[in-house]
């Protein structure tokens, strides 16, 4: 069987030519809606039948938690999209840290227990870094429904930085280590990673979830 024109086109195109991000944004956006959706209607019954049927409020609950989860793996399949080609640069934690649990505590989110070794280092990573550590706070707090507060100590190791983020969780730990595994559903967290060219490690203790990184610092100069 002879190939046509678009068929031949087709299979000499390589595959980098064709970008993901567009694909991915649309799929996002159809997703969400529906998701949104099925948040309002689970919030609703609860409401209503809170007092009425517990197996049902139970159900509610569950279903939160489902979308909850779907929202963040969405949201970790394009960190991966967001680290195409980005350049590495210094990020100082101690900032970016400080200035997010002060927000937190202004929106009465939650509160973060930060403890920063000083002096510590700048760290050297892909420019979404930001919105990777944020990535991370969110999974606890949206994906593992963790009780206040969420614990973050970052500390000098060797030529490195280990940032550690853990918390009391009130969602099923191995639900939660599936998400945040190695092969993870999108891989996000561990892209992110392997650019950086840093080691994750995640753990859970009963009802704890630990997530451990370290992290290279900026290069000294001699």
Do not use: K
Request: aromatic content about 6%; glycine content about 4%.
């Amino acid at each position: 069987m002879q190939s046509g024109p678009l068929t031949q086109a087709t299979e000499q195109a390589p595959l980098e030519s064709v970008s993901l991000e567009p694909v991915l944004r649309h799929l996002s956006h159809e997703l969400r809606q529906p998701l949104s959706g099925i948040e309002a209607i689970a919030y609703y019954l609860d409401m209503v039948l809170n007092d009425a049927d517990p197996e049902i409020t139970q159900h509610c609950v569950r279903l939160r938690r489902m979308v909850q989860q779907a929202n963040w793996v969405l949201n970790d399949a394009a960190l991966t999209l967001a680290l195409v080609s980005a350049p590495h640069t210094p990020f100082c934690l101690t900032t970016f840290f400080t200035a997010l649990g002060a927000r937190m505590a202004a929106h009465e989110e939650y509160t973060l227990d930060l403890h920063v070794a000083d002096p510590l280092p700048s760290a050297w990573l892909p420019t979404p870094a930001p919105r990777f550590f944020e990535h991370m706070i969110a999974f606890l707090r949206d994906v593992g429904s963790a009780l206040d507060p969420i614990c973050v100590l970052a500390i000098p190791e060797d030529d490195a930085i280990r940032v550690t983020i853990h918390a009391e969780t009130t969602t099923d730990t191995e639900e939660l280590m599936r998400l945040v595994g190695d092969p993870a559903p999108a891989g996000g967290i561990h892209a992110f990673m392997l650019a950086s060219t840093g080691r994750f490690d995640a753990s859970a203790s009963d009802s704890r979830l630990t997530l451990s990184m370290l992290l290279p610092a900026v290069p000294q100069q001699s």
